[in-house]
Nanobody
Framework: QVQLVESGGGLVQAGGSLRLSCAASGNIFSIAFMGWYRQAPGKQRELVARISSGGRINYADSVKGRFTISRDNAKNTVDLQMNSLKPEDTAVYYC?????????WGQGTQVTVSS
């Protein structure tokens, strides 16, 4: 079993920055992807960014150049630095770990960007 604990998030004005952190524990394999998804009210959950254990990164087009994902394989943590935030970034952000065809999710943390 895998547990994911998130921290960070909150309320920020447009143009501001926030940092999300996620710590994973349990049976974690080196092949796991870790990343962040978000879900806004009335919308489907969508990928924000993810990173493989080897450092391969994927970003949603909407966050490229503004968000940076990083990972510490030794600590099983993944961070998301969010800069130049926009009101449309408002959502619940979920930490994700994917391994052996199974998705694990954190409890979610609210990010609200005011205009």
């Amino acid at each position: 079993q895998v547990q994911l604990v998130e921290s960070g998030g909150g309320l920020v004005q447009a143009g501001g920055s926030l940092r999300l952190s996620c710590a994973a524990s349990g049976n974690i394999f080196s092949i796991a992807f870790m990343g962040w998804y978000r879900q806004a009210p009335g919308k489907q959950r969508e990928l924000v960014a993810r990173i493989s254990s080897g450092g391969r990164i994927n970003y949603a087009d909407s966050v490229k150049g503004r968000f940076t994902i990083s990972r510490d394989n030794a600590k099983n943590t993944v961070d998301l630095q969010m800069n130049s935030l926009k009101p449309e970034d408002t959502a619940v952000y979920y930490c994700n770990l994917y391994q052996i065809a199974v998705n694990y999710w954190g409890q979610g943390t609210q990010v609200t960007v005011s205009s």
